[in-house]
């Protein structure tokens, strides 16, 4: 049974919910990030929680903003599982996803996008906060 589900209501509990599994997840994936760049991360990620348009949640949560994935992440314990292809899945037919934004240094993520059928078409040297983390970015191979 599908159980996604669109996040209306941000109150402080569900953001904490969502900013712990985006650290778990972060701490998981993005093994080049520092613990100090975590948590200078972490108030700009609380903050576009509260942002982005179409919050999804199925034990991880997906953001999408103008036919762009901007965050997706599940938590570690249910990794692997098919949540994340789920999540996609439903952005790409619900919301006409066609885009989304991978840190070069997350090969699970470039790999696990490209098997959805995103190809990268750019690149960027930094990150929109002007991090030193490359951005690869992706469009779905049918555009």
Known sequence: ????????????????????IWESAVRATHLFLTEQDIEGLRPLVHQG?????????????EHVQE?????LFVDPAVRGQGIGKQLVTYALHTL???????NEQNPQALRFYEHLGFQVYDRSERDEQGQPWPILHMKLSQI
């Open 67 to 71: 036919q762009k994935i901007e965050m």
């Open 1 to 20: 049974m599908n159980r996604i589900q669109k996040i209306t209501d941000r109150d402080q509990n569900i953001s904490q919910e969502l900013l712990d």
């Open 96 to 102: 006409n996803v066609l885009y989304v934004d991978v």
């Open 49 to 61: 929680i509260g942002h982005i348009s179409h919050l999804l949640a199925y034990t991880g949560q």
